[in-house]
């Protein structure tokens, strides 16, 4: 079966530290990839996706970036995080847009 | 841009009542509607989707209606229950942005036993 994963579930990170969020999925090959963001209380804001190996497309300019190092593999980074990157992350997949799977999402509290 | 709004940002309903989640689209290209169910803590869930073609959709307890007239979707759960609670997305497809998903602000549905 199809699963994905996504960790950590909490993260409490003081201002100026780096991130490192990781999405992995399973039972699937060649993915389409994507990270949302979801302030308290409103939508899913889409931050980067990726159709292959390498390839990132990112939607709104911030102060994250965005890898896939391997075909099942997503990570969300930042070199110095603000307190506005506080939020729920969300990671997601689909092999046949439209239509995703969400992982469950990482608590990030910018202190 | 475009993108997809809600009537209400929050519902309450008496457990066993009928619910109705609304939901007005702007980008009259869209071709697939897809609600989500969301629990506090947890990534969105899919519960049902619906294609332009249609313009009604049922599943277990619930029901998508769309109205592309006037650009507007709806989801019923009959028999609402405590379970129900949650946040509610529409979200839409639109073929020519890459086939990414545009998801609204949600409501938030609240069952009272």
């Known amino acids: 079966s199809q699963t994905i994963h996504q960790w950590p579930a909490t993260l409490v990170q003081p201002v100026g530290s780096p991130l490192s969020l990781e999405c992995t999925v399973e039972?699937?090959?060649?993915?389409?990839l994507y990270w949302y963001r979801q302030a308290a209380g409103r939508g899913l804001q889409l931050l980067f996706y990726s159709v292959g190996i390498g390839q990132i497309s990112s939607e709104v300019p911030q102060n994250l970036s965005a890898s896939r190092p391997q075909d099942r593999q997503f990570i969300l980074s930042s070199k110095k995080l603000l307190l506005s990157d506080s939020g729920f992350y969300l990671c997601?997949?689909?092999?046949?847009?439209?239509?995703?799977?969400f992982g469950s999402g990482t608590r990030l509290t910018v202190v | 841009g475009e993108s997809v709004g809600l009537h209400l940002p929050t519902l309450s309903v008496q457990e066993g009542d009928n619910s109705i989640i609304n939901c007005a689209y702007s980008?009259?290209?869209?071709?697939?509607f897809i609600w989500y169910k969301q629990e506090s803590g947890k990534g969105p869930q899919f519960i049902i989707d619906?294609?332009?073609?249609?313009d009604k959709r049922q599943g277990q307890r619930v029901t998508v209606l769309l109205n592309k007239t006037v650009k507007h979707l709806s989801l019923q759960i009959a028999a609402t229950q405590p379970g129900d609670s949650a946040v509610y997305f529409c979200?839409?497809?639109?073929?020519?942005?890459?086939?990414?998903?545009?998801f609204g602000a949600g409501t938030r549905l609240t069952v009272k036993p």
């Open positions: 979200a839409e497809n639109t073929p020519y942005n890459n086939n990414d998903m545009r």
């Open positions: 619906i294609r332009s073609n249609m």
């Open positions: 997601a997949w689909s092999v046949a847009p439209p239509g995703y799977t």
């Open positions: 980008n009259s290209a869209s071709d697939y």
């Open positions: 039972g699937t090959s060649n993915p389409n």
